[in-house]
């Protein structure tokens, strides 16, 4: 039965083979439905498992660990049982960040969409992670050795989160004001034009986008179609319509002032870029 694979599965993540033990979580992602609903009951012990695997001194350990676990965290995270799972998010973005940092994109793009999925989660546990999650995916927004695409599924993550939890968020002053710099910076170093680029990149208008005559799907499936200053712009005004105007507007109208004073033509274009917007 199952529970007596879930013992062989322990065993092989305990094993002193790096071999086993990333096979071990290369098969609970193959498990990962039947894992949340048949193994409940060892979901403490689970936990323990892939916390081991995270801190493992295996890079393919840790990378294996973090890729079975977020599948289990994607698919709990409507759940009660995500609490349980909830403390790993840490350990997570650790693994993640030293994966960006080696330049490992498959890992980081994993860890982008598992934490897309945990924006929406209801759970205050997983509430709790809120500024660790957005200050990665800022980094992530902001490092130019990942391809386009990464970097707008860290910008969709900052996005659904002020969607989801906006009074949350705004309530974080230094994280919101952080994210907007973050914002202004990434238009004031694009090459690209701020004309059009908010049309393009809004997750909100997205689809309408994409379904006008001569948009090239192809293009946005290798990141060819995003840009940075689209992708700055767009998260701009989802925090814009989402964020409460108390919390939102003066660190952005501050900053489109500032800039538009400056002598720089490229903080010139950042302030009416986001002034626009």
């Known amino acids: 039965g199952w ?3 879930f013992q062989f599965v322990a065993a092989a993540a305990g094993d002193a083979h790096p071999e086993a ?11 990962t439905e039947t894992v949340g609903i048949h193994l409940k009951p060892q979901f403490a012990t689970l936990a323990g498992l892939f916390g081991a695997g995270l801190s493992d001194g ?3 350990v840790q990378n294996a660990a973090v890729k079975a676990l977020g599948l289990l965290m994607s698919y709990l995270a ?24 080696r330049n490992d994109e498959e890992v980081v793009s994993t860890t982008l969409d598992v934490l897309y999925d945990l924006s929406f989660s209801p759970s205050g546990a997983v509430a709790g ?13 902001s490092d130019s050795n990942l391809e386009m695409a990464v970097r707008d599924s860290a910008a969709l993550v900052v996005a659904t989160m002020a969607e989801s939890k906006p009074k949350l968020l705004g309530r974080d002053a230094a994280l919101l004001t952080g994210i907007v710099e973050t914002i202004f910076n990434l238009i004031e170093t694009s090459q690209g034009s701020a004309a059009g680029a908010l049309f393009e990149s ?3 208008w997205k689809e309408d986008f994409e379904d006008q005559e001569g948009h090239d799907a192809d293009d946005d499936d290798d990141g060819n179609g995003i840009t940075e200053t689209g992708m700055a712009q767009g998260t701009l005004d989802m925090l814009a319509c989402e964020i409460p105007k108390k919390y939102i507007f003066e660190p952005v109208v501050s900053r489109c002032m500032a800039r538009l004073g400056s002598q720089d033509p490229n903080q010139r274009k950042a302030g009416i870029a986001c002034l626009g917007v």
Do not use: W, Y
Not at 21 to 31: I, K, S, T
């Open 202 to 204: 809004n997750p909100a």
């Open 78 to 101: 409507d759940e009660a049982e995500i609490d349980t799972f909830a403390p790993l998010v840490q350990p997570v973005l650790v693994v993640a960040e030293a994966c960006r940092s």
């Open 129 to 141: 992670h809120m500024a660790p999650i957005v200050r990665f995916a800022q980094l992530c927004m």
């Open 3 to 5: 529970p007596e694979l």
């Open 58 to 60: 295996d890079v393919k």
């Open 21 to 31: 033990r990333e096979l071990a979580f290369l098969l609970l992602g193959e498990m």
